[in-house]
């Protein structure tokens, strides 16, 4: 068809619910760039469906009626007086490249229902009508809708189900990578409550754009056009297997993801993934509302609300005012969240909020994130937090922290009291976060500024990873580590920016399979295994590894130290390689003869054991001219220890830039600047 079909504009003038109809045909193909004009707008003004349920149906556009392998395409259907295209009891059908269009207004004019049909193709169609784009009813399997454009109208639907009785169930429904516009509802799987029995799985919306609209992730199970039924019953009808992924934009209604499904056939597998919408209207933020559900959420949640599975700390009285203490709500909503089955998130929005020590700790019935998109400030004065440290997560299993936000340990009183300097003896200021025997989690994407100690602490964890992590304070704050680690089994810290006044990392006794890639470090100390040696029965250190990193204007570069004199231990297969210097002083330094602040005997000889060690391809500028220096102890001398492609210059008054070693007897491999050793 080239050309265009006009319908009568009576409705009267048409027999029966339809004015086009293909019946029983296979192999059909309508094409050819036509119009299907049903002239509808005396016919709308007629439609009292509105008002009664009684009312007598319009005649639609087109039907097809079981017909099996089509392609319809390149046509229009235009301002139809019900349903533009009515598809049932269908098999592999495609419609591909179809314009359907009538006004918002316009009352019933959905633009493709379809039911009791397999295999039904929509692709690359624009549709706005003054009802749902596409429906999609009852007894429908192996739907796939894909690059379609819709609005206006009332979105892509799976439903209305439970109407009637005897309906068929509905599976495999995928619609991805479309647009939505202008309309009332976004993507929505609806039934009636109150009425007959049914189910619907294997349901998918990914990769879904929206665009000023109206509730854009909905299930509505309470679904009750214009008073027909009792809205206070419940559905009938059981939803599972359903997943809304990867679906952005903007929404008209501050309420953008709205599952409310059966009281006595609560929806299950239901899964939320990195949904970013976002509303700029005057009742707040965006929100999120779940009832009789508890979806499984994964990725990025805005809105975040008040979902089964994720725990607002402001439900709990959290308040983002900067001076109000939220650590009772913080507690409430972990342990909360802590005790529910499934996945879980400990929601912090974007805000300042004031904390004073926390203790959250499993074991977690199932994996837990805490999502910190806000400022969490901790005390000024370290004698108002309990304990060595400010946040402390313990004994968690599948622990995830995350979100972007900044954990603000407010240190700089704290500094001025540190007098660990002058005494041995002095009391350890507190912490900014502690994990001690966390397993299997990943710490990704914030920050830790300005603790009073150590900004973070690892003890006892195994397969934990930092991740875009930001560790930052003043060069002059003591002992502010960044990530400082004892007795752990598969540390991970990859592209991670580090500054602080003490060593950028820091890997102490017991720790084994750490993995250091990608870490930028500056100001600091450097990145340091070590101190050894210092207290009885240290565990080994075994399996280290230091790579494509860059090290600036830090007061040492990649070193092992050890103390003099002290208790016994053990450091083997430790490898620095692709390091880039800038402006460090002791570039490359192994010190076995760790002494700081008189603390100990610097005559004496270090106890702790070094072999298997190789620094390779490290470059860069020092800002001392002894540039690598190899110090290891007089009675257990370092064994297998490997330079390699070592290129390091030093341009100050002292001379060009030199090695020293003592008690070791490197392995020499390409080039070596400066040569020595």
């Not at 549709?127 to 429908?140: A, N, Q």
């Not at 419940?234 to 359903?242: A, G």
């Not at 997560?393 to 009291?417: C, Y």
């Amino acid at each position: 068809m080239e050309g265009t079909l006009k319908a009568p504009t009576n409705p009267g003038d048409l027999g029966g619910d339809c004015w086009v109809r293909f019946r029983d045909v296979d192999g059909l193909k309508v094409s050819g760039g036509g119009t299907f004009d049903g002239q509808g707008e005396v016919a709308w003004k007629q439609n009292n469906c509105a008002k009664t349920a009684n009312c007598k149906a319009l005649p639609m556009n087109i039907r097809f009626d079981f017909v099996t392998n089509a392609m319809i395409q390149d046509i229009t259907s235009l301002d139809s007086k019900n349903f533009h295209i009515n598809v049932m009891g269908c098999k592999n059908i495609t419609f591909k490249h179809v314009t359907i269009t009538a006004p918002e207004d316009s009352a019933n004019t959905d633009g493709i229902h379809m039911g009791r049909c397999n295999g039904v193709n929509i692709i690359d169609t624009n549709i706005g009508t003054g009802d749902d784009c596409i429906s999609i009813g009852d007894g429908s399997q192996q739907v796939t809708i894909s690059g379609v454009t819709c609005g206006p109208g009332h979105g892509i639907s799976v439903g209305s189900l439970g109407k009637y009785k005897n309906e068929e169930p509905v599976v495999g429904i995928f619609v991805k990578s479309c647009q939505i516009t202008g309309t009332s509802n976004g993507v929505r799987i609806k039934s009636w409550p109150g009425m007959y029995a049914g189910t619907a799985s294997d349901i998918h919306f990914e990769d879904i754009t929206m665009k000023n609209v109206s509730n854009p992730v909905l299930i509505d199970q309470t679904y009750c056009p214009w008073g027909q039924c009792n809205e206070k019953a419940t559905s009938n009808v059981k939803l599972s297997e359903i997943s809304f992924k990867r679906i952005k934009g903007t929404s008209a209604t501050a309420l953008a993801v709205k599952l409310a499904c059966s009281r006595t056939l609560p929806c299950e597998k239901v899964e939320l993934g990195d949904i970013d919408l976002t509303y700029s209207g005057n009742e707040g933020p965006a929100k999120s509302e779940c009832t009789n559900i508890k979806p499984i959420v994964s990725g990025k949640l805005n809105p975040p609300g008040y979902l089964p599975g994720v725990f607002n700390v402001k439900k709990y009285g959290a308040k983002s005012d900067g001076s109000s203490d939220i650590s009772q709500a913080l507690l409430s909503a972990w342990k909360e969240a802590c005790a529910a089955t499934g996945s879980t998130i400990v929601f912090i929005q974007k805000g300042d909020y004031a904390l004073r020590q926390v203790d959250l700790v499993g074991p977690c019935k199932g994996d837990i994130t805490f999502k910190l998109e806000g400022t969490l400030k901790a005390p000024t004065n370290p004698g108002d937090l309990g304990g060595d440290c400010w946040v402390r997560f313990r004994d968690v299993d599948g622990l995830k922290v995350s979100g972007g936000g900044t954990f603000d340990g407010q240190g700089e009183v704290a500094w001025k009291q540190n007098n660990c300097a002058k005494t041995a003896n002095c009391k350890a200021l507190p912490m900014n976060i502690r994990f001690d025997f966390v397993t299997n989690a990943m710490i990704q994407d914030i920050t830790s500024l300005d603790s009073k100690n150590f900004h973070i602490n690892v003890m006892g964890c195994k397969n934990i990873t930092f991740k875009h992590v930001t560790i930052t304070a003043p060069e002059d704050s003591a002992n502010t580590d960044g990530i400082h680690m004892g007795r752990c089994n598969g540390v991970n810290i990859i592209d991670t920016n580090i500054g602080t006044g003490d060593d950028c990392i820091s890997i102490g006794d017991g720790s084994q399979q750490v993995t250091i890639s990608g870490v930028t470090c500056g100001p600091g100390h450097g990145i340091s295994v070590g101190s050894l040696g210092k207290y009885k029965n240290e565990e080994p250190v075994v399996g280290i590894f230091v790579k494509s990193c860059q090290i600036t204007s830090t007061s040492n570069g990649v070193r092992i130290k050890s103390w003099p004199g002290m208790y016994a231990g053990t450091a083997s297969d430790i490898h620095f390689e692709d390091i880039t210097m800038k402006n460090v002083s002791n570039p490359v330094l192994i010190d076995q003869t760790y002494c700081p602040w008189g603390q100990c005997n610097e005559k004496a000889t270090s106890n702790v054991k070094l072999s298997e060690i190789s620094f390779k391809r490290i470059k860069g500028t020092s800002a001392t001219a002894l540039a690598v220096k190899l110090a290891c102890s007089r009675t257990l001398p370092c064994e297998k220890v490997e330079l390699g492609d070592i290129d390091l210059t030093y341009s100050g008054n002292e001379g060009p830039a030199k090695s020293e070693c003592t008690n070791v007897k490197p392995i020499v491999s390409g080039k070596l600047n400066p040569p020595g050793c």
